[in-house]
Nanobody, 126 residues
Framework: QVQLVESGGGLVRTGGSLTLSCAASGRSFSSYNLGWFRQAPGKEREFVSAISWSGSSTYQSDSVKGRFTISRDNAKNTVYLQMNSLKPEDTAIYYC???????????????????WGQGTQVTVSS
């Protein structure tokens, strides 16, 4: 069992930056792949970024590539999402998730993640 708690969301102007954190409790944090997803009002949840259990591989959606960076600190049981050059279209609730899968093709799909946080709101004003 893994419990995830996101923090760091807030209101920021276009072009600004935020860093989201997701703290995990439970065993074997270092064995889980970690992902960030987001859901805007009236839209489906979408993949943002992910990092492998080892930290050796990262994945980003095209919409955030070059602007967002995912990282993890296994000693602190925490995953981060550094978000730069924020745009109004980045406004959403951001969720972190943990999954034990080992297929690289599944990072982008929310159905393969086993545990989810409650989400943190990010609002980017124009």
């Amino acid at each position: 069992q893994v419990q995830l708690v996101e923090s760091g969301g807030g209101l920021v102007r276009t072009g600004g930056s935020l860093t989201l954190s997701c703290a995990a409790s439970g065993r074997s944090f270092s064995s889980y792949n970690l992902g960030w997803f987001r859901q805007a009002p009236g839209k489906e949840r979408e993949f943002v970024s992910a990092i492998s259990w080892s930290g050796s591989s990262t994945y980003q959606s095209d919409s955030v590539k070059g602007r967002f960076t995912i990282s993890r600190d296994n000693a602190k049981n925490t995953v981060y999402l550094q978000m730069n050059s924020l745009k109004p279209e980045d406004t959403a609730i951001y969720y972190c998730a943990a999954g034990a899968f080992r297929n690289a093709n599944t990072y982008y799909q929310d159905i393969y993640y086993d545990y989810w946080g409650q989400g943190t709101q990010v609002t980017v004003s124009s």
